[in-house]
Structures are given as structure tokens and as C-alpha cells.
């Protein structure tokens, strides 16, 4: 007789779980509990059902009970909470939230996927029938029957994450007026705030209105009212500020809780009870990175730490790499993708690093849709060892930072991503793709063969009226160029040594840093020491000025911006 495997959670990570039990033992008797009424769902497309890109909600069920017991037999009881483990016993006590019925179930192993809850702290009028959080189909459903009234048109969505950010779009999509409110000084916490820059101008283009460094007080009838003791006109408000593991049913079987606050697993996803095993959300897992215990709340990681976890119950060895967090969002136009440390959390953690920050295009420029790629890369010093990587444009960002997550779990170094051989089309990318691009110049930086600074330095140089050259043609700096640069084209620069001086820092820019790498060079060749390449010049710089300048009302430091 085959083993008897209880699973409590039936989306992502139980889901797989009795999905790859199955696969190995046809004898098992699999059983899933989930307290709400759906198994198996998408959770990640939940926001895409308010704008209707996702028509139908009951699309967003992969799977139902009666699917998993004919095609899978597997038991998926909906409606169901396990509300105690027993471990001595090696029982769980269920409820029928339907008739209220409780009983014992027995296990050989147990499986605990409960996932994670949205935050909802503790506000005046956190509880009013207007104030939503997304977590399930049911949630989502409810949210759009009430937006989709004809008298909500002000809504508000606390939190800048994946969840907030993608709720706030759909609802822009679907024709609401908006407001996104941060209580950090940025959005999408996975990236740097010079790369965020980026997404915030995307945000208020479309219409979109964004509040930073500003966090909620407290929901009123018509309205939120903000730390600041500002007030927002709110018809609907949606809760998007994280996600708290759940822990309680581990908590009270008196399973281990890891530092983080999650349930603490071993390198096979065992809990302290040999019998009971844990995935997704509700978890700690190990960083590749850091070394260190961190949560995860990614369906990736989820699905192989299931498959880890049915495996191990069948005495098939797995490998534990540790996670790296890769994470990509679509906000309006732009794609933003990330992996591993950014410059923030690479600090935090005591590295020595540098980054190496290019704009080069997605694909061949002639071609059509052919457009810049905004790519961050940060290495390890001495050592060139990739820590992580960043991409915002409207092309394909995914796939680069993909190949980064590949390398980084590779422990690769600058050298290797150099040499990587990748796919070559006018129509997919360029000869010399983008991450080839960030490696040979993450080498010139590591290996001091030129100098830099960065577009978060800008202001400060144009405003203390440093010499800043312009390498760019007179037409494009007729079109916007930094106030008092100098206009010496990279065509032109050899007939005009005279004007570049000697005897103090010179800072050079073009576009976007490729004709100014050029010329800093042949003036170190021709002898000039003290030259720097402004990384992500000047397309980088105006979009890392712009949301400040038109949010706070200050001096820009270009006589016009051009984003082309």
C-alpha cells in the first residue's frame, strides 16, 4: 500500500506536491485541503482580470477537484481548513467551512503550503466594505464588482510592489482614476532608485498618480488620509503593502519558526517533525548570495521546492542551490526585470562591488521596435563575480536577466558573461547582445582601464558648473543638453583639444555612453589623466531627474529633456 500524503494549501506549492507525489507512487492516497473554494489558480494574473485582459475570473482556475481526481486521483477537498496538526498522533483535525463539521485525518506525511496573507494593519476604518487585499479569485471578483460601478471612479492602492503596481495599472486600463501610495521613497523594492526613476516617469505618463515617502493613516468614507495629514479622494481602497507568512498552524503544532519569521526547513524542505514538510510562502529559505535565511514569495522557487519535497519522500537525492529572487513586471509599456543583489542590499551585506550601467539598443537599431535597453550589473571586487542584475525597456528585458540568474547560479564572473555565446538575429538582438555589452564594461571598470561617474552624480557636478563636454552632434544638443556643457562632438574633439582642459576633472557624455566611452578613451591615449564617462549620459540622467523635477516643483538640470 502506497504512502498517505496530506497537503494543506492546494495552489502553487501543494498543488505540485501532490502533482509530483502521483507521478512517483500510483499507489499514494493524496489529499489536498484548501479553505477557499478554488485549487490550483493564478494567482499572479488576478490583477488582469480588473482591466479585462483576463475576461472571465473562473479562467484564472487551472484546475478543479473533480479534473485532479479523474486525471490525477487526487483528492482536493475546497471549502476545507485544517485548523490543528497533531503531530504525536500524526493527524490533522479538518472543518467543513460548509457545515462546520470537524474530523481527523492521518497521515504518513504531511505537507504544509498555506502561503502567505496580505498585511492589513490595524487603521481606523481598515475594516470598511470598501478596503479589498488580493489574494485569491475570490478576493479579485469582489474588488472588480465593486470598481466596475459606475459611481467608483477614485481609487487608491497602498503598496508599491508587484501586486499594488499591477492592481494600479489594470485599474488605470479600466478606465479609474488612480493614486498609488509608497511609504518608501520608491517603488518595486527589488531595484536600485536610479533604475526605478525609470518606472516612476512610465507610472505618471500613463496617468497614474504617485505618491511617495507618504504612508496611510487611516480609510474614511470618501477618502484615505495620509501620514502626512494629507487627504486622497478614495472610493475604493486596495491593500497591497506585503505579505505576512502563515505560520499560525505550524506555530501551534509547535514546529520550528525560523529568524525570518517563516517556517524553518532543512535543505529537503523537512520541518522540525521528520514527518511534515513545508513550501512557498510560508517559508524561510537559504540566499545563494548572502548566506543568509530569507522569504521568498516567487512561484518559481515555490514549484521546486514541491517537486524537492515529493522527491525526498521517495529517497530521491536533490541538490539545494539557495535562491537568488528573479522577478519581472510589466508596467504599462515598460518591462522591468531583476535578479540577485542590488546596490542596496549588496552594501547592506558588506560586499565590495561596483556596476556597470549601459543603454544599448534591444536589437539592431535599424530594425523596427527597435529600443533602449536601461541595464544595471553589479559585480564583485576584486573578483568580477555577477551579484546581480536590473532591465527596464520595452523589449524583451526577461530574457537578459535570465541569462544573468543562469550565470549567477553558476557562480560565473564578468569574464564568463564576456564570453557567453547567445543567439544572434537583426530581430531578437544584437551581435553584441546587451549582456555582453554590461560584462566588457563591468571589465574596463574592474580593471581600471577607464573611469566614471553615474547619473545620480549629475546634478551635483552641473550644479557646482563642473566641465561637462557634450560628445553628441549639434542637433541633438539643440534638442537638450545639461545646463553649461560644453558641445564638442566625438567627430570633432581632435581639432578642438585646445578648448578641453588639463588641470581639472573633465566629465564626458553622449546619448547614452557609448560615443563619450570613445572619446575618454583617446584622450587617455593622447595623455589626459583626469577624464571620467558619464554612465547612462544623457538619456539615463533625464530620465533619473525627471519624476523629482516635475513632483517637487525644483530647478531642472537640462535646458530640455529628451527621452529619444
Known sequence: MGKRVLIVGGVAGG???AARV????????????????????????????????????????????????????????????????????????????????????????????????????????????????????????????????????????IGGGFIGIEVAENLVHAGKNVTLVEAQNQVMAPFDYDMVQILHKEMIDKGMNLVLSDGIESVKKEEIVLQSGKTIKAQAVVMAIGVRPETALAKEAGLEIGVTGGIKVDHNYVTSD????????????????????????????????????????????????????????????????A?????????????DFDYSYV??????????????????????????????????GRGNVDKRIDVIASMIMMNATLEDLKELELCYSPVFGTAKDVVNMAALNGLNILNGVIKQVHVTDMRELVESQAVIIDAREPGEYKHGHFNHA???????????????????????????????????????????????????????????????????????????????
Open 359 to 392: 543603454i544599448p539598443s534591444d536589437k539592431v537599431g535599424i530594425m523596427p521596435n527597435s529600443h533602449p535597453v536601461y541595464f544595471k550589473l553589479i559585480f564583485e571586487n576584486p573578483t568580477g563575480r555577477i551579484l546581480g542584475a536590473q532591465a527596464i
Open 22 to 157: 502521483r507521478r512517483l507512487d500510483e499507489a499514494a492516497e493524496v489529499i489536498m485541503f484548501e479553505r477557499g473554494p478554488h485549487v490550483s489558480f493564478s494567482n499572479c494574473a488576478l490583477p488582469y482580470h480588473l482591466s479585462g485582459q483576463i475576461e472571465k475570473s473562473e479562467t484564472l482556475v487551472l484546475m478543479n477537484p473533480e479534473v485532479f481526481r479523474k486525471q490525477y486521483k487526487i483528492e482536493a477537498r475546497v471549502r476545507t481548513e485544517v485548523i490543528k496538526v497533531n503531530k504525536a498522533e500524526k493527524t490533522v483535525t479538518v472543518k467543513n467551512l460548509e457545515t462546520d463539521e470537524t474530523y481527523d485525518e492521518a497521515y504518513d506525511k504531511l505537507v504544509l503550503s498555506p502561503g502567505a496573507n496580505p498585511i492589513m494593519p490595524p487603521l481606523d476604518g481598515i475594516n470598511s466594505e470598501h478596503v479589498f487585499s488580493v489574494r485569491n479569485v475570490v478576493d479579485i471578483e469582489k474588488l472588480n464588482g465593486f470598481v466596475s460601478k459606475e459611481v467608483v471612479n477614485d481609487v487608491v492602492v
Open 274 to 337: 521528520k514527518d511534515i514538510y513545508a513550501v512557498g510562502d510560508a517559508i524561510e529559505v537559504h540566499h545563494k548570495l548572502t548566506g543568509q535565511k530569507t522569504r521568498l514569495a516567487l512561484a518559481g522557487p515555490a514549484q521546486r521546492q514541491a517537486r524537492a519535497a515529493a522527491d525526498h519522500m521517495y529517497n530521491i537525492p536533490h541538490r539545494n542551490t539557495g535562491v537568488i529572487g528573479s522577478s519581472a513586471i510589466q508596467v504599462f509599456d515598460m518591462n522591468a526585470a
Open 15 to 17: 498543488a505540485s506536491v
Open 486 to 564: 560644453i558641445n564638442i562632438p566625438l567627430s570633432e574633439f581632435r581639432e578642438r583639444l585646445d578648448e578641453i582642459p588639463t588641470d581639472v576633472p573633465v566629465y564626458i557624455h553622449c546619448r547614452s555612453g557609448q560615443r563619450s566611452y570613445n572619446m575618454v578613451l583617446a584622450l587617455q591615449n593622447l595623455g589626459y589623466e583626469n577624464v571620467y564617462n558619464v554612465a547612462g549620459s544623457f538619456l539615463g540622467t533625464c530620465l533619473y531627474e525627471y519624476y523629482n523635477d516635475q513632483t517637487q516643483n525644483r530647478t531642472p538640470i537640462v535646458t530640455k529633456y529628451n527621452f529619444r
Open 339 to 351: 535578479t540577485g543583489l542590488n546596490t542596496r542590499m549588496a552594501k547592506a551585506q558588506g560586499f
